[in-house]
Structure formats: C-alpha cells, structure tokens
C-alpha cells in the first residue's frame, strides 16, 4: 500500500472516531410560556377576535361574539407566537349567554399567517 493511501486511510479512520466519540449538544428547548398581562392590550383581543371568527365560520355558529379575554400566555414559535388564551364569548344578545372558551392558536402579528389550533368551552 502506498505511503499516502496508508496516511489517508489511517486519519479518515481517527476522524471517524472521534465523531462517534464526540457528543452533540442536546436540541435547545422550548421557549417558556409568558403570562398576558394586559388581556385588553389590542393585539392580544384581535387574536382572541380572530379565534371566535375562524370557529365561527368553520362550524356555522355565526352568532358568536367577542366579549373579552379572561387570561392568556404567549410562547414564540416558528417566526410568530403560540396563543393560549380564555375568551368570554357571548351567545346572543343576552348576558346570561356568555360563555367562557379556551383557544389555542399560532400566528405572526401584522401579516395574514393564522392558524386557530382548537377552540373548546371550559
């Protein structure tokens, strides 16, 4: 065997080595969830409007309406945010007819990127 085969062969081999011994850094964790402090902070009750409109589109319920957010968290994800918030929702004209949903949803502000997860009554 040449000289230099023998060399190649011998470092491929140690490189090959220690790449198995070598141990990659675990995948880097989720963002935390964050708390909505301000649950009447605009963006946060057009998230909240836009989950009552997709539901209620999607399942003919179209007398659905926005009341307010009771509670949310924030988590960034994908270029955008993860929405999990508490929505009063109301029935009909009605007080007696507020119910509270708990939405779950991911879009990026200022743009038409929205997807409405799950929207389900407490």
């Known amino acids: 065997m040449a000289p230099s085969l023998r060399a190649l062969l011998l ?3 140690f490189a090959v080595a220690v790449a198995q011994n070598s141990t990659s850094p675990p995948p880097p964790s989720e963002p935390a969830w964050t708390t909505v402090t301000n649950t009447s902070d605009l963006a946060i009750q057009q998230v909240a409007q836009f989950d009552i409109r997709i539901y209620a589109l999607s399942t003919g319920k179209l007398q659905l309406g926005f009341v307010g957010v009771v509670s949310g968290q924030t ?3 994908n270029g955008g ?7 009063t929702v109301s029935n009909g004209p009605a ?3 507020n119910r509270n949903y708990n939405a779950s949803s991911w879009g990026i502000l200022g743009t038409m990127s929205w997807k409405l997860w799950s929207f389900t009554l407490v």
């Open 11 to 13: 470092a491929t081999f």
């Open 75 to 77: 988590q960034p994800f």
């Open 81 to 87: 945010y993860n929405y999990l918030l508490v929505i």
């Open 95 to 97: 007080p007696r007819n």
